[in-house]
């Protein structure tokens, strides 16, 4: 059995999240989920999420292709992928936080998991930070 594991925010879902949810899961026969912490995100990144982790992990668990979520730790990126074990390890087309992190990680393992970087869908118009920019843009508006 392959278990699959992909990480990330997930912040206002959109199509662009199906989409490589349901790539990742194709990789092999389960996918689990990290979502990030709300401080660490807005540590790495400046940005706070719109939804907290918990309705995050919740939308994300509804998703068809996903087998289960996990709260990322608060300090450590890598403490659930040492206890999931997987075998690939999804990444997002655009995905650049912990990546020399965690290829290091895995270059130190014995299986080492398969990195697989997946492209993007549909760039222009499935994007957060694009989705959030276009509601302040409308709310402006009204």
């Not at 278990?3 to 199906?18: A, K, S």
Request: with cysteine.
């Amino acid at each position: 059995m392959t278990r699959v594991v992909c990480f990330g925010t997930f912040d206002i879902i959109h199509p662009g999240h199906i989409f490589f949810l349901t790539a990742a899961r194709k990789l092999g026969d389960e996918l689990y989920v990290i979502i990030s912490r709300d401080e660490r995100r807005a540590q790495l990144s400046g940005a706070t999420p719109v939804h907290t982790q918990k309705e995050r992990m919740l939308v994300v668990g509804a998703t068809k292709s996903v087998t289960q979520v996990i709260a990322g730790d608060k300090t450590d990126i890598l403490k659930a992928l040492r206890s999931l074990k997987p075998g690939i390890i999804a990444l997002g087309h655009d995905q650049v936080y912990g990546v020399a992190l965690l290829k290091d990680w895995v270059e130190k393992q014995n299986p080492q998991p398969k990195i697989v970087r997946l492209g993007q869908h549909k760039r222009a118009r499935y994007s957060t930070s694009r989705i959030k920019e276009a509601l302040c843009r409308k709310k402006k508006a009204l």
